[in-house]
């Protein structure tokens, strides 16, 4: 069945949605890959968006990153397991639009609030033994920036998601190392919608 799903709207989006019109609204599915010193990780997002001219819109994404990567911790722990944090970011993208192509490179930046996510950190090179941080705030805000091309109706793109470091406290609230929330994502995806190319 889902893959029935995906079918049909990656069908919607190469018949109905390679191009862009004033006034007009789309809506974008992005899958991506989040290096890391720790091992990597994956992101998610949608993003609903108002075409203000025939090459810029905005939109606002709704985002989720898991994310295996390196910390500081008092115990000097080489690595850790981050659960699912989510974001909710207003953005802008221009494109560079040549008229009578589907092609179309852009850039874009954005800015919005990041929620943190407790991390599962090995307390030994065996795995055997695992301990829970929680971050000393729940969310940061941040932003982002981003550039790549879409061609019709497929997506791809690199971003940087800028959000602070954030402290990491055991149960009785005492800080016992630092996590980096900044990351790095290789996404690509599609889009439906967005009327047509202007002249």
């Not at 402290?167 to 900044?182: C, P, R, S």
């Amino acid at each position: 069945m889902k893959k029935i799903i995906l079918v049909v709207l990656l069908a919607l989006a190469f018949t109905y949605g390679y191009s862009q019109e004033q006034g007009k609204f789309r809506v974008g599915l992005d899958l991506g890959f989040v290096p890391s010193g720790g091992g990597g990780g994956v992101m998610f997002s949608l993003e609903p968006k108002f075409n203000i001219n025939d090459n810029m819109n905005i939109g606002l994404r709704f985002g989720i990153a898991a994310i295996v990567k390196d910390i500081n911790t008092d115990a000097n722990s080489p690595s850790a397991k981050v659960s699912a944090s989510g974001s909710y970011v207003g953005t802008y993208d221009y494109y560079f639009h040549k008229s009578g192509s589907s092609f179309a490179p852009y850039v874009g930046g954005g800015l919005g609030y990041y929620s943190l996510a407790n991390v599962e950190v090995d307390e030994n090179t065996g795995g055997d033994s695992t301990t829970e941080y929680s971050p000393a705030v729940s969310g940061a805000f941040g932003g982002l920036i981003r550039g790549g091309f879409e061609w019709a109706g497929f997506r791809m793109g690199l971003e940087y998601n800028f959000i602070p470091d954030s402290d990491l406290e055991d149960i009785n609230g005492v800080k016992k190392g630092t996590a980096k929330n900044a990351y790095l994502g290789i996404h690509i995806g599609f889009f439906v919608g967005g009327g047509k190319w202007g002249k």
